[in-house]
């Protein structure tokens, strides 16, 4: 475990657990990212994914709207758009589903796909009770990417004991469950409660590069570096389901606590297949990670010129149904969309 003034970092094998402590480190960050809002993906069926993450995962619908018009054509970069958002939460953190009603064609994810494909992505969802999580997949019949869940060695003193398990939702979609045991992980995890699935830790993305990556994250969207490791061995191979697996894992977090966001960059095998260059949010590989700044006009203009937009300015919504009033997307170095909003 290390620590500095104001932040707390635990890495272990599988993820990287940051919480916000009571010194002063987040105000002398003058980043553009004040949290994560949310995170999403688009989905080929509604109803299907909103029955899976309730049934399966005890996700709750906070919110359910149609929207289409211009400003969503813009937000996007699609033309036509109808679209079904369901905004899902779980403890604290929000999960948002997208259905493109219009158009109408979707693509699916590449199969096979793995996590050293750049277009990969995945949400970590923390548990109080791995083997309880476990049937509850299994009684689903969930598609597991692991074989089954994985515990840090003892060998692992900081991580010994933590457990992961990854699979995926109906439309290919990448998820982990996370159990830590006591002394370890965020300590909101460890809030009294019944439930077996508690909230989403972070958001983990393949990259190529950690250092232009980091450029990004870091430099443009102000977000802080928390800490860095190697991960290997046994435990890895199998939750990637990836012989050989080698990645080199550098999580970072913005000014609010969780969720965070976590770079995956392969060493070995080296990254995969790069992201789609025609890709739309209309794809199913499509995740947006939704980040709120204090101003998104001096956001639109920091990152203008350096990042590619999906958006081609800054849009004003007439209302408030996505759950803000302006946004605007762009995608970052590999190609992973950043949705950016302002309340």
């Given at each position: 475990m290390a620590a500095r003034k104001g932040f707390v970092c635990l890495w272990v094998t599988v993820t990287l657990v940051c919480w916000v402590t009571s010194g002063p480190l987040f105000a002398e960050t003058s980043g553009l990212v004040l949290g994560v809002k949310s995170i999403g993906m688009t989905v080929s069926d509604m109803d299907r994914s909103v029955a899976f993450y309730s049934d399966v995962l005890a996700f709750k619908p906070v919110s359910d709207v149609e929207v289409d018009g211009p400003e969503y054509d813009q937000l996007w970069g699609v033309f036509g758009v109808r679209a079904r958002v369901v905004r899902m939460q779980l403890g604290e953190q929000q999960l948002e589903l997208i259905e493109f009603l219009a158009p109408p064609d979707v693509r699916p994810i590449p199969v096979p796909s793995y996590?050293?494909?750049?277009w990969f992505q995945h949400i970590a969802i923390v548990v109080r009770d791995m083997e309880a999580a476990w049937a509850q997949l299994r009684k689903h019949h969930v598609r597991q990417i692991s074989p089954r869940p994985q515990t840090i060695p003892i060998s692992n003193q900081a991580a010994a004991g933590i457990?992961?398990?990854?699979?995926?939702?109906?439309d290919g979609h990448n998820l982990e469950l996370l159990w830590f045991p006591e002394g370890k992980g965020n300590p909101i995890w460890k809030r009294s409660g019944s439930d077996v699935f508690v909230g989403i830790d972070h958001t983990a993305i393949t990259v190529r590069s950690t250092e232009n990556s980091t450029k990004f994250y870091r430099d443009l969207l102000g977000l802080t570096v928390a800490g860095g490791t190697l991960n290997m061995g046994a435990e890895q191979e199998h939750l990637d389901s990836l012989p050989g697996a080698r990645a080199r894992v550098t999580g970072l977090a913005p000014k609010m606590s969780t969720p965070g966001i976590e770079f995956l960059e392969y060493e070995l095998p080296t990254a995969g297949r790069p992201f789609p260059v025609d890709s739309h949010p209309t794809d199913l590989w499509h995740w947006q990670t939704t980040v709120v700044v204090s101003d998104v006009e001096a956001a639109a203009s920091t990152l203008r010129g350096t990042a590619r937009?999906?958006?081609p300015t800054v849009v004003t919504f007439p209302d408030k149904s996505l759950g803000f009033t302006k946004g605007f997307q762009v995608r970052d170095p590999d190609g992973h969309a950043i949705q950016i909003v302002s309340p």
């Open positions: 996590s050293n494909d750049l457990k992961a398990i990854k699979f995926r939702d109906p937009f999906v958006s």
